[in-house]
């Protein structure tokens, strides 16, 4: 891959982020398409972010948000999509008439996800940020109950909160996922027809997981050609037009 002074710069930002596969997952297709573009990671920690996404704002570019700020980049730009504005989370933006939109496609990827699964309620989410929100937001698309758990109590109970708002029938977890995961193991039982089902569940999350994998490539494109595949991942429709 030839990265010169016209080439459009994508990029993830997060702290950490060193450990990221998305520049390697990015730049693959993009040198196999041979797509004047390159894909990076940025480490930005709080202070910074701000200074950031502004000048990104400023030259136009597009790109992913990572943990922790998916929650602060949501507060920081001016438009959002209608997805990224019901959960207050973004982790994609691009510009759009000089100025950076965020958008979130965390809640349809953990949707085309489940699918398979067909997973039963209640949903445990473990963790309080922004990819919890879009598992708030599937879990009302579902009409299931979602249960959270934290390292803090008391920011359960904050998210909790915030999903009854959203509308979710939500609340910290207290033991009752454990609860009901031992129960569903004791009536499925050794050689019983549960044990059948309790192994095509385990071999559905096995090849979700490696759908889940697989569509941040191919969900995530649009307008590039055979690279950009649909509307999840609009960082390369719009930084190719520049």
């Known amino acids: 891959m030839r990265v010169q002074a016209t080439s459009c710069v994508l990029a993830v930002v997060g702290d950490p982020v060193q450990h990221s596969l998305s520049p390697a997952m990015y730049n693959a297709p993009i040198s196999a ?30 790109g992913n948000v990572t943990v922790p700020h998916k929650l602060a980049v949501a507060q920081l730009l001016i438009r959002l999509t209608p997805a990224a504005q019901e959960i207050g989370a973004v982790n994609t933006f691009f510009p759009e008439g000089g100025r950076l939109v965020g958008d979130n496609t965390d809640v349809a990827g953990l949707l085309a996800a489940l699918e398979p699964l067909e997973p039963a309620s209640p949903w445990l989410v473990a963790g309080t940020g922004g990819s919890a929100r879009a598992v708030a937001a599937a879990a009302k698309a579902h009409g299931v109950r979602l249960l959270v758990r934290s390292r803090d109590p008391a920011r359960a109970a904050s998210f909790a ?16 996922a454990a609860a009901t ?30 759908r889940a994998s697989a569509p941040t490539v191919a969900r995530r494109k649009r307008g590039a050609s055979a ?15 520049l």
């Open 181 to 210: 995961a031992a129960s569903r193991s004791r009536s499925a039982g050794p050689g019983s027809a549960g044990a059948g089902r309790e192994g095509l569940s385990r071999r559905r999350v096995a090849n979700a997981s490696v």
């Open 33 to 62: 398409l041979g797509l004047d573009a390159v894909y990076l990671a940025m480490r930005a920690d709080a202070v910074a972010l701000a200074h950031v996404i502004k000048a990104f704002e400023a030259v136009g570019i597009s």
């Open 161 to 176: 909160d915030w999903a009854r708002g959203l509308g979710v029938d939500a609340r910290p977890d207290t033991g009752e």
């Open 227 to 241: 690279l950009v595949a649909n509307r999840h991942h609009r960082s390369f429709e719009y930084s190719t037009r």
